[in-house]
């Protein structure tokens, strides 16, 4: 039933659609010069009737998408500085405002300070296919931002109006198995961020056996276009290696034998929602759904990467008096810490401990100029509600796991009877949930403060 009434407004608006370029188009050329397609968005401003509105809307979004890509960044620059909002409204609403405080004048005042862009964008929105003209725009506006900051203003606009339109309320769970549309599977191949699927077979081996799910959120305006998916491995235990998830030819676990739920990828698909949080909703959602179907779960957790560890470590090495390290580790880690090093038994066993103990403290204790923690993956689960259990070295001994953390992973626990406590000690006081373990192995809060002060009391140079 929902995908037929999708399907017949969908259809609808195209009609309208239709309808309206009849009215409009006279033959007129394809804008293909920032001016024209600024020119052609004054146009869909000004326009009253609704079928030419969406006409002009849909003309606008297919000649933003074929023109080159200085053609692109040119528009977007004049959205920046000519679509915002009206000085003279502004004023005017303030002049209402003093001479008569209330709240009809605060609304008035509010709508008048509404930039231009906003209401162009809801504009373009309701041609089909529009949301995802839209985001895919705000993909080109995100690269663009390094070279042009005034395009922050434009960006801005986007995450206000994303954050109604992709309200948790509108998304809908679906869980994806090998007999899922093949459009869609395509996609999950491509989107997947953490561990690349190589083939059709790494896919039937993620979705296919009884112990592996895969859950991904979709909007309905953006059809089989997956916003955010995550990769779950029964288990019976908590995974300490990623290794034995993605093995070939294993032996599955019967679903029912399973005692653990181990989330061990989480991909954003949509650059152009950066920003937008879904994630935290989704590992809610998908821990009720397993639950539900699967009564012997007592267990959720994750198997995480930590992408930012690796730089950091050197950065500690090379800083002899950072008490991150103990002089005995930084040796270890100076001498046994290089290249191949994963496939030496003896530099491993050497490292082990060193890495473990460098990554809860990285985790745990380090943070950056926000007051969180440094590393992306921990401020999600963390700010989620999870606690930081387990370090494990070697447990990603792929290229880029070791790249990016000499191979090193952790679990973040989703301990449901303690999530909101976490959730709210880290929110309002940037606490930081960890184990005993992960206690026992990072070092002392007091050592590194310490550290930090008496490096900003340096004089420079």
Request: with cysteine.
């Amino acid at each position: 039933m929902a995908g037929g009434t999708i399907s017949f407004f969908t259809d609808m608006l195209q009609g309208i659609a239709e309808r309206g370029r009849s009215l409009v188009s006279g033959g007129r050329a394809e804008p293909r010069s920032a001016p024209a397609l600024a020119a052609l968005a004054e146009e869909l401003l000004s326009g009253a009737g609704e079928a030419t509105s969406v006409a002009r809307a849909g003309d606008l979004l297919a000649a933003y998408a074929a023109a080159p890509l200085a053609v692109r960044r040119g528009f977007l620059a004049l959205l920046a500085s000519g679509f915002g909002p009206v000085e003279a409204r502004i004023a005017h609403a303030i002049e209402a405002y003093a001479q008569a405080p209330g709240p009809r004048t605060a609304m008035a005042l509010h709508l008048a300070a509404e930039p231009r862009r906003q209401d162009l964008f809801r504009k373009l929105n309701r041609a089909p296919g529009g949301t995802l003209a839209l985001v895919r725009m705000r993909e080109d506006v995100l690269a663009a931002m390094p070279e042009e900051p005034a395009l922050a203003d434009v960006d801005a606009d986007f995450r206000h109006l994303f954050a109604s339109w992709f309200n948790r309320g509108f998304l809908t769970l679906r869980r994806i198995d090998w007999t899922s549309p093949a459009n869609v599977l395509e996609k999950i191949v491509a989107y997947e961020a953490v561990h690349r699927i190589e083939n059709l077979e790494d896919l039937k081996g993620r979705l296919a056996p009884s112990d592996r799910r895969l859950y991904a959120f979709f909007h309905p305006a953006l059809a089989d276009e997956p916003l955010i998916f995550v990769e779950v491995a029964l288990c019976r235990e908590i995974p300490g290696a990623i290794g034995s998830i993605l093995a070939a030819g294993r032996t599955p676990l019967p679903a029912d034998a399973a005692t653990t739920a181990a989330f061990y990828a989480i991909s954003n698909c949509q650059t152009g929602l950066a920003g937008v949080t879904f994630g935290s909703f989704l590992i809610k959602q998908v821990v009720e759904e397993l639950r539900r179907d699967l009564p012997s779960l007592r267990t959720f957790a994750t198997l995480s990467p930590v992408p930012g560890f690796a730089a950091w470590l050197r950065g500690r090495i090379a800083d002899g008096a950072d008490p991150a390290l103990t002089k005995e580790e930084r040796a270890v880690l100076a001498e046994r810490w290089r290249e191949g090093f994963e496939a030496d038994e003896d530099a491993r066993e050497a490292l082990r401990e060193p890495l473990r103990a460098a990554c809860a403290t990285y985790l745990a204790r380090v943070r950056g100029s926000s007051g969180k923690p440094l590393d992306p993956v921990a401020r999600f689960h963390l700010g989620n509600g999870a606690r930081l259990e387990r370090v494990h070295a070697f447990a990603d001994l792929s290229p880029r796991g070791l790249a990016q953390a000499a191979g090193t992973m952790v679990n973040y626990l989703y301990d449901l009877d303690s999530i909101e406590r976490n959730h709210e000690a880290y929110a309002e006081r940037g606490e930081v949930a960890v184990s005993g373990e992960v206690r026992r192995l990072a070092k002392p809060a007091r050592l590194l403060d310490a550290h930090a002060r008496r490096e900003a009391t340096q004089p420079p140079g």
